[in-house]
């Protein structure tokens, strides 16, 4: 049984030709809107509407919309755990969306998804939360397409924690082994959880992927048109039956894994986080049982070593912001047009979400659903 | 009607139902030669091999039905999918729930399942009442050439995910592929069952409803419930049991999600005794859940299991002692008295 | 005795194990940060960060186990153990048997289970069921601070492989790091079990034989049988049927394989009627086998079941309704009379 | 509860001093022994001894030689389904192990193995059945020697087939993550059952666990010399703590995947076994309803493709048999006398197991046990 009862707005990207050439306006509007709705969900989760996790997308407008230009509504996309803006960025409806996300029945999954599992067929876009399904997913859907429809290409979005997971890995030989038309999509923010990547992975994300025979090609994230420039490149290929390819993107996310980020609470609030921190620390390092002191010295400086790591992250990718250098790339008066625009969407979609929950103190109680 | 092989039935009905829809396709480790008739059929975009990668290629399979195929992805056995489990668990018993039935998966996975062949604990598991575990899963295992061949093609329609799980000992060609014909000294015809490796198949296959018991043999005494190379290892033991006088009926449930309950509480009462017999573990799932079937109907049939309960061990004489063989459910029966 | 929380209950047991026997370690994803004291305690060596690989980091700590240490292989949740599923089902749970019992795999796998925190479907599952159908599991599921060290030392003396289950609900560390207490909007203290969340644990810790059920409330009418926060849950419908006068025991088993059998059928005996609480899905495995275990018994009991019936939603409400709640145990035992 | 009731003939392995230079007397004895043994089951699976699939070693003995030449009896050693050879190779009583893979309750596993999962903890040794798994179970070992007992090795063993498995990429990650003293060796002989494993397979084996960080080498499986001196510089780097490595080595396995290979059987008997699968291609190729013309001749080419390529691998690479060519590396005189000794050890212990087996005309039957 299908049952089709949300009107989508999708027209919004459907409309959307496959551009050939870089349009800087179309770019800053898209992520311009993903990062007005990455914001106010944010901000409803600290209101406390938002139940559970979330992961938020602030910081890869840039790959996200350097991406999806390239896409028509028909090409297929598959999302990982960070799928709000990428979901956006195809045309979901921002108030269905939303609702989905604050745990509504009316939401654009009926409340069944939540913000993990988001799955619009009528974007061809779908989400999962297991770490690296996008790809054998993009994978799948990139058989169907070839089949069904030749020409349409599939993405894949993942971090690049994800690719020490074994089933991404094989969807990288699958495709190439049955010559795909599909382009995996590495958003490497460097950290998965509090795990800072490279220390639990070997080799090179670029040589990985490119010894599976995959066409490979990178861009910084904070610039959508390399991005934009990049992925065009992979994504005609794959269109064209040449073959699939990976684009790797580096990016910086301030929000850290989820809201809550315990290593961005650490960087916000160090003297807080220190004294509700240090009492366990210090009773496992002076326990009268336990390492030798080479050894409590040695696990002290790790964890001293990841939050300096994290600070100076945290600092010196500050500027990394694709979405106020997408911005000097055209018009002031543009740009000025396009955030009151957005805004005002993006505000309409969340009052109108936040006024349909009714009212909600917290989560978690059957009280808390929509009255 | 013709005559033909369990595994002939069941590429049959997936035959017939490819060549009517053309969104069906197949893939799995060696499936071109496994499956080369419907190779030579429909053409290598339809039946390919795929990369010792169950984990990409069954979350592959969910992908292609997200897209719009209805792929059938082989396995030459259910343990093999323990690699790539989190595609069922995570992933094809959950994405049409998570989407509020907005979107349609319709995956088979179809996947040889059991032993009696002496392939050892790792290669002869059952595993079906894990997979009946999960919302959103239907599990079919036949036991004869015409229930795999109508099961099959309502699998192919059901437009869900549905777990086609075909026992080895009934697959004459999979039994051969391991090296058996290859060997005239070794002669496993005492331990195939002659009417669930070969029968009378309908031409065209009709589907034949997922869930729904078949009764295989009436008696009045006991019910011995079970499904796959169980059930006839039950109508063994029945015609052990009715040389003592002992009258059982064998139900076959032909699928472990969704079980037929009113056929499962219909035996029950008839007799005022069950055994199940399970392939499967004795606690994987399945004979504990009838159990809970029949307490839940308020039933007071006394009842009775005999399922795996170690490791499967590799030695045959080992083996057979620890697969439900019809000796064990004979005394079982006998012990309920 | 020392009030702490479930997780510092489970890390100062596993804390007075390390520092017993050099031979147990432990990793999986931001261990480092997680398991931050012990690290702190015992070196990087014996505390390590893994890659998002749970296939291999979990058949690393089978084969580390059989090179002779005790590994604490940790995950978020159990429902990333499907992605490392051959682990257990083809390899933990049988390489000792696949020896005869001359190869040791003291492997303990420690995972979060459950829900009721709004992590949706695929972030809150149970899979004890799935687990506990495997020879050669032990799978534990403590409900108390208390319990959890007893039981977490016993795992590691077992020299076998355990799985160790701790409800994500009671695990006040976790939930703080998914963000929890960076929002003071939120209060899940309706939810939280306040007596699971913190508690008394000895020190040092004593171990708890895996197996033994505890009997957490005494009452004649009904007997209710649970596991992890159910046991929680079951105590909030007894106090309702204590107003209704209705007498309900609580039977918390704390481990699911292997189950306390003469503890189910003793409650079952007594009161006459068994509602299994269960936060794993209906068919997973524990309501059934407990059906089955008084069915065996020949015991008469009425029994019913309160258990997941579908994939578990994300939204709130529509999780709680979907979860064991109490207004679903009280409804449950009303409907048996 | 640990049981050691089998008095195991380990002293034969346990004898060896680990090796710095070649010897070939020693190769040739090892692969000598490897070669016997494994003749002698298969002969025992054709008389309808041997219950269930055998998948044998005859082929590969170069490299289990060259390789285990380097153990000492503590080394740990991770197999797959292919793992005889390489069990009698470290010293396992090749009755014992005989009796096992006779589904015997005398056998070294008592029967619950069979030959699959043959699991020896005396000699450090452990099989399993599934494809991958010894990578990660060779990196666990590593984990566990590096902590109790630094300067062990481990070896993992598996097929280039197995290089699509997940399980075994994550394993060379965490390897090298996690500085592991493991080596990966991959025995290539270019077929993962009836799949040609190069049409399944994107780039190149060498590059892809280059690209994970491992130190590389390759060998040719049927110079023992040259497989020796490749596996001894990995060997000696992971002892030191210098990390893990790869070793890629070339086979031919005569024999195919197991006995009875469907393969085989049609290059041994192709006008018998076009005969059995003639009739059910044509009734596909000719069906009424089906593929396009196109589609069809497809795939009958493909299957004769593959028919061909195996006809050729099994000519043009009849000569590489590595106990052939390790024989011209010594004495004439040493090399008969190796064999004749070797060749009574495996009779006396193929005639002792197929005596204490017992009568039993087939196997699958629970009379089949021994008496
Ligand atoms: C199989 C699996 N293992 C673990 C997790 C928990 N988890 C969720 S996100 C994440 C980190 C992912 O890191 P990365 O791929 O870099 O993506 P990012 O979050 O940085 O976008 C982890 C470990 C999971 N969801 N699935
Ligand atoms: C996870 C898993 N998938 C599939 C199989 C079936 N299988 C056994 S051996 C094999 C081929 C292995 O090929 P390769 O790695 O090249 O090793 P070879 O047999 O050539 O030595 C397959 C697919 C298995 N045992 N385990
Ligand atoms: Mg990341
Ligand atoms: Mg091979």
């Given amino acids: 049984m299908r049952m089709r009862r949300f009107a989508l707005n999708v027209s919004w990207a459907r409309g959307r030709a496959v551009p050939s050439g870089f349009d800087a306006v179309q770019a800053y509007r898209l992520m311009v809107r993903m990062r007005l709705a990455e914001e106010v969900l944010v901000r409803a989760w600290h209101d406390g509407l938002v139940p559970g996790e979330y992961h938020s997308g602030i910081g890869e407008e840039g790959i996200n919309a350097g991406v999806l230009m390239h896409l028509s509504g028909h090409d297929t996309v598959a999302l990982d755990h960070r799928n709000t803006a990428p979901l956006i960025g195809r045309g979901a409806d921002p108030r269905l969306l939303m609702l989905e996300v604050l745990g509504s029945q009316e939401g654009i999954n009926r409340g069944w998804a939540g913000h993990m599992h988001v799955l619009v067929p009528e974007l061809h876009s779908g989400s999962d939360g297991i770490v690296g399904s996008s790809g054998p997913l993009a994978a799948g859907h990139a058989i169907a397409n070839a089949r069904l429809h030749p020409g349409r290409v599939s993405i894949a979005f993942h971090g690049e924690g994800a690719m020490n997971a074994g089933m991404l890995l094989e969807s990288y030989n699958l495709a190439v082994a049955w010559n795909l038309p599909v382009v995996f999509v590495c958003k490497d923010n460097k950290w998965s959880i509090t795990t800072y990547s490279t220390q639990v992975t070997g080799g090179d994300a670029l040589d990985r992927a490119r010894s599976f025979g995959l066409a490979v090609e990178s861009a910084a994230g904070d610039r959508v048109e390399d991005v934009h420039a990049a992925a065009g490149r992979l994504i005609a290929r794959a269109r064209n039956g040449a073959g699939p390819g990976f684009l790797h993107v580096s990016c910086h996310r301030p929000g850290g894994h989820f809201e809550g980020d315990p290593i961005v609470r650490i960087l916000r609030d160090p003297q807080g986080q220190a004294k509700e921190l240090a009492p366990g620390l210090a009773s496992g390092a002076m326990s009268p049982d336990g390492g030798t002191r080479r050894e409590r010295v040695g696990a002290l400086s790790e964890l001293t070593a990841r939050g300096a790591r994290a600070a100076r992250d945290w600092t010196v990718r500050r500027g990394m912001d694709p979405v106020q250098r997408g911005r000097r790339l055209i018009d002031v008066a543009k740009a000025d047009q396009i955030e009151g625009v957005q805004a005002q969407a993006i505000q309409e979609a969340i009052d109108a979400a936040r006024g349909s929950l009714g009212s909600r103190p917290t989560f978690g109680v059957h009280q808390g659903g929509p009255q | ?337």
Wanted: with cysteine.
């Fill in chain 2, 1 to 337: 009607m013709t005559v033909m092989r369990y595994d002939q039935a069941v590429d049959h009905a997936l035959g017939q139902a490819m060549a009517a829809d053309e969104r069906i396709v197949t893939w799995g480790e060696d499936v071109k030669l496994l499956r080369r008739d419907l190779l030579a059929r429909f053409g290598p975009d339809r039946v390919r091999d795929a990369p010792i990668s169950e984990a990409a290629f069954m979350y592959a399979g969910l992908g292609a039905a997200m897209g719009g195929l209805i792929p059938v992805v082989e396995l030459y056995m259910i343990d093999f999918a323990a690699v790539g489990w989190s595609a069922i668990a995570n992933g094809a018993s959950k994405f049409h729930d998570f989407s509020a039935g907005q979107w349609d998966t319709p995956l088979v996975i179809r996947a040889g399942v059991g032993g009696w062949y002496s392939d050892g604990g790792q290669h002869e598991q059952a595993l079906w009442g894990n997979l009946a575990a999960f919302p959103g899963t239907t599990v079919a295992c036949p036991s004869t050439p015409s229930d795999a061949a109508g099961l099959m093609l309502s699998a192919l329609q059901a437009n869900r995910f549905v777990v086609f799980l075909t026992p080895k000992l009934l697959d004459g060609q999979l039994l051969d592929y391991l090296g058996g014909e290859s060997r005239s000294t070794v002669d496993l015809s005492r331990l195939v069952p002659a009417e669930g490796a070969q029968g009378e198949v309908a031409d065209p296959v009709e589907p034949i409803p997922i869930g729904t018991a078949a009764l295989r043999r009436e008696g009045s005494d006991v019910a011995l419930v079970s499904v796959g190379v169980g059930v006839h290892r039950s109508l063994e033991a029945a015609d052990v049991l009715a040389a003592e006088g002992i009258g059982a009926s064998v139900l076959d449930l032909r699928s472990i999600a969704p079980l037929d309950r009113e056929a499962i509480i219909a035996q029950a009462d008839a007799a005022g005794r069950v055994v199940v017999v399970d392939e499967d573990y004795i606690r994987g799932g399945l004979s504990g859940e009838i159990a809970a079937i029949l307490l839940e109907s308020g039933n007071a049939a006394r009842y009775a299991r005999v399922a795996v309960e170690t490791t499967i061990p590799f030695a045959p004489h080992l083996e057979n002692a620890t697969l439900p063989n019809a000796e064990r459910i004979v005394a079982a029966v006998r012990a309920l008295e």
